[in-house]
């Protein structure tokens, strides 16, 4: 009987302590996700966007830079390239020439620090503000276009009277432009009062002797 007891509480006490055991267990169950390896992978991932939006932006400023090192053009030599030569961009003067036919001789001359071209060959000049002041064109001399800068000069002729007699208006000063429609045409004072009458003006040149107006 003795016997029968012991065996029987021996189970029972392999019984409570199995019951216990796995209470054990269940009490302390599976770890919180966000405290094992499971959470790891969202983690990795967060890192690797990361680490593949900075390399996507290393990437695209890389790319942005090689870009613009690619389509920069190489500025080269543009000694050939200026601006067209406004009236206030010039100094002038006026000298009178006696030889080999009077005549009045205009002098352009870019201001300091100015390189520009002639384009339009012919200055446009007149005397006072009518129109029979206005010198015609007479088409001699001409280098097309005309690049002034530092000491370069370009000289035009004048021819103040074509016509024989008395004829004619005396002015002390000349209105010079380099184009017609030039907002600020200069006005040069001549180095006497001559008489006007049908004037002729040549068109520019880097030579004297091209400039001597002709009535053709």
């Known amino acids: 009987m ?9 189970r029972l006490v392999l019984a ?10 269940t009490a302390c169950g599976p770890e919180d996700p966000s405290e094992t390896g499971a959470a790891a992978p969202s983690a990795s991932t967060s890192s690797s966007a990361s680490a593949s939006a900075e390399g996507t932006e290393s990437g695209n400023n890389g790319g942005s830079e090689a870009g613009k090192g690619g389509t920069e ?20 003067t006026v000298t009178w020439e006696a030889q080999p036919i009077s005549h009045y001789l205009v002098t352009a001359k870019a201001k300091s620090g100015i390189t520009c071209y002639l384009d339009v060959n ?9 129109a029979d002041g206005v010198a015609s064109p007479v088409g001699q001399g001409g280098e097309d ?3 002034l800068s530092g000491s370069s ?10 016509t024989e007699g008395e004829g004619g208006k005396q002015f002390e000063n000349v209105i010079i432009a380099t184009s017609e429609d030039d907002p600020n045409p200069a006005e ?9 009458d049908k004037p002729i003006v040549t068109n520019w040149s880097t030579k004297r002797d091209e400039v001597i107006p002709r009535i053709v």
Not at 16 to 25: C, D, E, H, I, K
Not at 122 to 130: A, K, L, R
Not at 153 to 162: D, P, R, S
Request: glycine share 10%.
């Open 16 to 25: 409570a302590a199995v019951v216990t055991a796995l209470a054990a267990t």
């Open 188 to 196: 040069v004072e001549l180095p006497d009062a001559p008489t006007v």
């Open 153 to 162: 000069v370009a000289y035009a002729g004048i021819n103040v009277k074509t």
């Open 122 to 130: 012919t200055p446009s000049v007149s005397f006072g503000s009518g």
């Open 145 to 147: 276009p005309i690049k």
């Open 2 to 10: 003795r016997s029968r007891l012991a065996t029987r509480s021996a």
């Open 73 to 92: 053009a190489p500025t080269g030599d543009k000694s050939g390239y200026g601006q067209s030569c406004g009236t206030n961009d010039l100094d002038f």
